[in-house]
């Protein structure tokens, strides 16, 4: 319980820290945009009056325990007329009055310290639920980040390839003009700048929709994001599935949530079935009555007792209640089995895919230098006349696929790093930290830095 309100109260700590440093203008950086995230995040705030709610179940269970004091009175007006009892006569108008005070204090209520014991376990999964919520948040942010860093290398990729293409056109035009050259050379040429000219929409296209995604977590307008600078490919450590898988389960705070749901769900079959428990109180009062039936009669009365109360038969309310909740119960159980089969599986193939992912980097790097050789060997080729314009173009759009494919491939290793964290469940702002380190001013070439 004091692990789980310690992570709850430093996530907590957390997110006052970043809303009390959230920036509402440009964002230039990772934790800018993070900032500006949780600040405005509709499911933090969510979880975070969630809790809260959950967290009024402890006093609403313990006040079961606690005495109740009650107050009452009234007043009324009345008319007596009795005859036949002599000397007695009465017949006059009158008002009359009552009031008391009523003290119940219960010494025996099984099923109330059931639900205290499940109102406990009940905050416990509304904590869970927040850690939850704001490493969730923290990966949004991260995918949708370095999505619009690698949408805008898409962007000055698709734009390099179309000058380039261009300039390849307009160079056989010249030699057609000249004679020196042939119509299948500018048709092909002109093929694939039409090609490169609809790739770079499609890529203008994929950038405004990186950037609107980015823009729904901090529904505010950002400027121009810094990039990535040099980049060291480094896989998970440890470097085994296991410890991962094993954080995963004892970290997750989606399980942690289920356990306490299974806590919670198994108290409330303790309600149900204790309801066939007997329930003792202790119950004192005092009355002062006016008027009631004579009007000159004044009555004080003080009582002080035990009162047992037995069910024995509620037409089948408590076997049906008991029923109910021992099902959800067993539904409960089941899915905390199936989610830690789910966590299990997304943590093993977290770790796969960020140690996958720094073989794939090392190759798109090496892959595109060696294309950045093969483009300057086929200029000088082409220059010297002993290969063709298509081969020019062809190497050309092969540079350019190694550009491509090494921007996704050096984006999705960092986020990549990310994700095993989060599957893992030990996502934190240190980690978001150690991913903004990476950032350089905006403008630079990842490909450029890296390849």
């Not at 990729?157 to 056989?172: E, P």
């Not at 539904?331 to 599986?345: G, H, I, N, P």
Request: glycine share 8%; net charge positive.
């Amino acid at each position: 319980m004091s692990r789980m309100r310690g992570l709850a109260l430093s996530v907590g700590l957390a997110f006052l820290g970043v809303l009390c440093a959230a920036s509402a203008g440009r964002a230039e950086d990772l934790l800018a945009v993070y900032r500006q995230a949780a600040s405005v995040s509709p499911v933090l705030a969510r979880a975070q009056a969630l809790l809260e709610a959950d967290r009024a179940a402890r006093p609403l269970a313990r006040s079961e325990l606690l005495p109740k004091l009650g107050l009452n009175g009234g007043v009324s007006r009345g008319h007596a007329d009795i005859s036949g009892f002599p000397p007695l006569q009465v017949d006059e108008s009158y008002t009359g009055n009552q009031y008391g005070v009523t003290l119940t204090q219960p010494l025996f209520n099984g099923p109330a310290y059931a639900s205290l014991s499940g109102a406990g376990a009940q905050i416990r999964a509304g904590e869970a639920a927040l850690i939850a919520a704001g490493q969730q948040l923290m990966l949004q942010v991260v995918e949708a980040y370095f999505a619009v860093l690698q949408a805008r290398a898409d962007v000055k990729v698709a734009r390099a390839q179309k000058d380039l293409l261009q300039k390849i056109l307009d160079q056989a035009e010249t030699f057609r003009k000249v004679g020196a050259g042939d119509i299948i050379a500018v048709h092909e040429a002109r093929a694939r700048s039409d090609g490169a000219v609809s790739d770079l929409v499609r890529a203008e296209n994929g950038l405004r929709v990186a950037r609107k995604t980015l823009q729904r977590l901090t529904r505010a307008p950002f400027g121009e994001l810094a990039d990535l600078g040099p980049v060291t490919p480094e896989g998970p450590r440890p470097d085994r599935p296991e410890p991962w898988v094993q954080a995963a389960l004892d970290q997750q705070p989606q399980i942690l949530r289920a356990r306490e749901d299974l806590r919670a769900a198994q108290d409330q079959v303790a309600v149900a079935s204790r309801a066939r428990w007997p329930r003792l109180d202790l119950d004192a009062g005092y009355g002062h009555t006016k008027g009631d039936l004579l009007p000159s009669i004044d009555r004080d009365e003080l009582t002080v007792g035990l009162n047992l109360r037995f069910p024995i038969y509620q037409g089948g309310e408590i076997g049906a209640r008991t029923w109910q909740a021992r099902s959800l119960a067993k539904a409960t159980r089941y899915r905390l089995e199936d989610l830690r089969d789910q966590v299990r599986l997304d943590t093993e193939t977290a770790f796969l895919n960020l140690q996958s992912s720094v073989a794939r980097l090392n190759a798109a790097s090496q892959a595109l230098a060696s294309a950045r050789t093969s483009l300057d060997a086929t200029r000088e080729g082409y220059r010297v006349g002993v290969r063709s314009i298509v081969d020019l173009l062809t190497v050309t759009q092969d540079y350019t696929a190694a550009q491509r494919n090494f921007n996704v491939t050096l984006y999705e290793h960092v986020t990549d790093r990310v994700r095993l964290k989060a599957a893992a469940g030990v996502l934190g702002t240190k980690d978001l930290e150690a991913a903004n380190a990476l950032l350089s001013p905006a403008g630079e070439d990842p490909g450029q830095r890296n390849g």
